[in-house]
């Protein structure tokens, strides 16, 4: 473990980074959080308004079609539920550090910036990859159905659910790619900034 | 305070072992068969590709912790471990979490796609898949107290009061 050489070195280090002129290194991170922004909350849109209304004809009574009315909601499943709850809350936190960085650079508490930072994007990792996992599992089944447990596959009869679905998950997992970067390069600045 | 941490973090890695290795083998010695209707009802964790996943996850995540555990205390090495520590720590949730949905559907069903619970004619697949799923969720626990440990140990010089 690298011997502390008094408190204000990770100050030093930290000013250097509010200075006048940001350098390209925060530059680059400011513009991978806002893409990651964009990303999940685009993602928990997109499933938030996904609807699918259908018309069945079961059966014919004389002339008279009887008709059921089927409508697919993504509160009708839990992990669609927990993906959205998820990219909500991870939008909200890119959001945060995105202000943090561009407008918060005096905020400090007790020299714990980085370390909080680097605590935040490791945790919002794991819950984003959480949601985006569940959910794609979920539409997987829906997409090949289970013939083992007799579930029947849904995505034939309600395509655009299904095609949508798949539009926010594809946004979600390259916010997870993002997040995944973001994080590591808030980890290697705590490691640096503590040496 | 160096020895303090490996102890703690060696104990924590212990456990994530312990439970990463038993939710594997827990979920692939888990299988039951029903005989329902004259319809031969057999259930086996290839039977979801959710559950197959589960298991390469939690496979993969048992190697780590037994690689790490053995490696030297030579400073190099730290730095990269504590980012694969994040990585393994996303696997360990989104396997977990995936299993869940798909054991909840298998719990309950979802009447609005028509699907029917399967916890009652396979009574034993369930228990196992159950107890697999709990030690996955205490492994997956266990990973993001070390990340948390991690990188407070590593900023312990910087608090400018001792707690």
């Known amino acids: 473990m690298a011997p502390q050489s008094g408190t204000e070195k990770p100050m030093f280090g930290y000013g250097s980074i509010s200075c006048k002129a940001k350098s390209r290194w925060s530059w680059t991170m400011v513009g991978l959080r806002l893409l990651a922004f964009l990303a999940t909350a685009a993602?928990?849109?997109?499933?938030?308004?996904?609807?699918?209304?259908?018309?069945?004809?079961?059966?014919?009574?004389?002339?008279?079609?009887?008709?059921?009315?089927?409508?697919?909601?993504?509160?009708?499943?839990?992990?669609?539920?927990?993906?959205?709850?998820?990219?909500?809350l991870a939008s909200i936190h890119n959001l945060l550090m995105v202000m943090v960085d561009l407008f918060g650079s005096k905020v400090d508490y007790k020299g714990l910036r980085f370390a909080m930072i680097a605590i935040l994007d490791m945790l919002n990792v794991a819950l984003v990859s959480g949601g985006a996992n569940a959910?794609?599992?979920?539409?997987e089944l829906g997409k090949n159905g289970n013939s083992h447990a007799r579930w029947d596959k849904i995505c034939d009869r309600f395509g655009r659910f299904c095609d949508r679905g798949g539009g926010a998950l594809i946004a979600s997992f390259v916010a997870l790619a993002l997040m995944l970067i973001i994080s590591v390069i808030s980890i290697v600045k705590v490691l640096k900034s503590n040496k | 305070m160096v020895k303090t941490r490996r102890i703690i973090t060696t104990l924590l890695r212990l456990l994530a072992l312990?439970?990463?290795?038993?939710?594997?083998?827990?979920?692939?010695?888990?299988?039951?068969s029903a005989d329902v209707l004259n319809l031969k009802f057999s259930a086996k964790y290839t039977?979801?590709?959710?559950?197959?996943?589960?298991?390469?996850?939690?496979?993969?995540?048992?190697?780590?912790?037994?690689?790490?555990?053995?490696?030297?205390?030579?400073?190099?090495?730290?730095?990269l471990i504590v980012i694969l520590d994040v990585v393994i720590a996303m696997l360990l949730t989104s396997s977990i979490s995936a299993a869940l949905a798909i054991a909840q559907i298998g719990k309950k069903g979802n009447s609005h796609a028509g699907w029917l619970p399967i916890c009652g004619q396979v009574p034993k697949f369930c228990d196992h898949v159950t107890g697999a799923l709990i030690a996955g969720f205490v492994a997956a626990i266990v990973y993001l107290v070390l990340n948390l440990y991690s990188l407070h140990a590593v900023l312990s010089p910087l608090f400018p009061v001792k707690p």
């Open chain 1, 43 to 88: 993602a928990a849109v997109v499933m938030l308004l996904n609807k699918q209304t259908k018309t069945f004809v079961i059966a014919t009574v004389g002339t008279t079609p009887v008709n059921l009315t089927l409508t697919a909601k993504f509160q009708h499943t839990p992990a669609f539920v927990f993906f959205v709850v998820a990219n909500g």
């Open chain 2, 18 to 32: 312990g439970a990463t290795l038993s939710a594997t083998v827990v979920m692939v010695t888990s299988h039951d």
């Open chain 2, 47 to 79: 039977n979801s590709p959710t559950f197959k996943y589960y298991v390469i996850a939690e496979a993969i995540a048992t190697g780590y912790s037994l690689i790490v555990l053995f490696l030297s205390s030579k400073s190099l090495v730290w730095r």
């Open chain 1, 135 to 139: 959910a794609a599992f979920m539409a």
